[in-house]
């Protein structure tokens, strides 16, 4: 049965990172066809963002109350029906609302993968390794989506997913096992729909403002999810059953995890969606070769996931997230020269050393994110989790946009001068993340979070 989670909880999160990172190769395709101007290539390439951030938590909380398999099914189908939609689509408008629904199917697959495989798989070794598969599935995923896009026609490869989706769906509903957190809990619906209303809200704000000058509608959207999102503490303080309980983060391993995985939203994350438009716009490259250049990042993402599980036991999850922030920190540096005529070795040097942290991170954020919360709490942790990966990776890909190409009409010089200064601003904020993680202590016992 172990095996059997693994598998098919990997190949889950693997599917979701392919439909999520396709369209960073085939912009200029799937925005010629359907007629997308800028405005609209940005929101074909946040979409899925966005379903993802809103609906990451929310899953993970009903995947704990009302079945891990379940959720699992349903986000599948969910994610397959999707895709159709979007391999249909007559308009940008259609696209993008696919893409947002693929994000809330994406969402919960990845959400209870996590918890699938605490479920089924005791803390140890052969914890470590699962989790260390599970980040080389999501490291597999990120790498897979932009080659493969990038080889055939992009409404063929929406038809692809959306097969690959129903039949993940049918491994799960027969090949996994049940399992819920035993605690049956009211549902904390006004949690749930400032939640995600907030994420929503900022979320396209944030998208909105990818070029500039900023209108009103983006602010105001921002002004309104920072209320909503303050709205959500407050019902989470006053709640006798909350969707998150705030005292687990109380715990520092949790601390560490969360801050570590909206660290990676906001650095190599951030660096690497936007990469493709510098290596096509700025050095005249094709698609292809763009998606073969972040294989450099993500490919080597995918061994080091696999060794994280020879690191000793004796080093906390914090020491690990915090010297591999600093590794990508480390990669994330020789990408701040490049210029038009500059060696596509540069890049791919910081790519593969960016890669060397990201496994580390992507590994040990998969073990970190369901020990430092209680075993009933797994998909609520796993949400925690990926809800700031993706909300960092939000804010990360905003400012890396403003930066680089804040009117869309740039030069190539012009285009990678406002690059290089991206990548200083991506690279700083991994390094002060890596500072909190690496300040944050176990005040408690592995394996003894703080109770929800």
């Known amino acids: 049965m172990e095996r059997r989670t693994v598998v098919v909880s ?57 079945g891990r398999r379940r959720l699992f099914v349903l986000g599948a189908v969910v994610l397959a029906v999707a895709s159709a939609a979007g391999a249909a689509s007559p308009g940008t408008a259609v696209f993008v609302l696919g893409r947002v629904v693929q994000g809330v ?59 690959a989706a129903l039949g993940v769906a049918a491994a799960a509903r027969s090949l996994l096992t049940e399992s819920t957190s035993g605690e049956p809990r009211p549902v904390d619906l006004p949690g749930m729909v400032l939640l995600a ?28 999810g920072a209320l909503l999102l303050a709205g959500f503490v407050v019902v989470q303080r006053r709640s006798s059953h909350p969707m998150v309980a705030l005292r687990l983060f109380r ?13 990676s939203g906001l650095g190599v994350i951030a660096v690497s969606s936007f990469l493709p438009v510098v290596l096509q716009r700025g050095q005249g490259h094709g698609p292809v070769f763009a998606a073969l250049m972040l294989l450099g990042w993500s490919g080597t ?14 080093v906390t999850g914090a020491i690990r997230l915090g010297a591999g922030l600093v590794v990508v920190a480390a990669g994330l540096v020789p990408m701040m020269w490049v210029s038009p005529d500059s060696s596509p070795w540069l890049v791919l040097t910081g790519l593969v050393v960016a890669g060397l942290g990201t496994g580390v991170v992507n590994a040990t954020l998969g073990r970190e994110a369901v020990a430092s919360v209680p075993a009933n709490r797994a998909g609520m942790g796993s949400g925690i989790n990926n809800s700031s990966r993706y ?62």
């Not at 946040?46 to 993802?52: I, K, N, Q």
């Open 105 to 163: 199917g994406a969402a919960a697959m990845i959400a209870c993968s996590l918890a699938l495989i605490s479920h089924a798989i005791p803390p140890g070794p052969a914890r470590a390794r699962a989790t260390g598969m599970w980040g080389a599935a999501l490291a597999a995923g990120i790498a897979a989506g932009p080659v493969l896009s990038s080889l055939i026609d992009w409404r063929v490869f929406y038809v692809l997913i959306a097969v």
């Open 251 to 263: 715990s520092p391993g949790l601390v560490a995890a969360t801050t570590a995985s909206l660290a």
């Open 391 to 452: 909300l960092g990776a939000a804010i990360g890909v905003t400012l890396v946009s403003v930066l680089s190409s804040p009117t869309g009409a740039e030069t190539p010089e012009t285009l990678l001068a406002g690059w290089d200064v991206a990548v200083v601003v991506c690279t700083v904020l991994t390094v002060l993340c890596a500072g909190v993680v690496l300040a944050c202590t176990r005040r408690a016992p592995a394996g003894s979070p703080v109770r929800a």
């Open 301 to 314: 993402s995918i061994v080091t996931a696999l060794l994280t599980r020879r690191i000793s036991e004796q």
């Open 197 to 224: 209303a907030a994420l929503s809200a900022l979320l396209a704000g944030l998208t909105e403002a990818r070029r500039l000058p900023v209108g009103p509608v983006p602010i105001a959207l921002l002004v309104a």
């Open 10 to 66: 990997a190949l889950g999160t693997l599917l979701a990172l392919v439909s999520y990172t396709a369209p960073l190769t085939t912009l200029r395709a799937i925005s010629a066809d359907l007629g997308a101007g800028p405005s609209g290539q940005s929101w074909i390439l946040s979409s899925m963002s966005l379903g993802l951030t809103a609906a990451l938590l929310t899953a993970g909380t009903l995947a704990d109350e009302h």
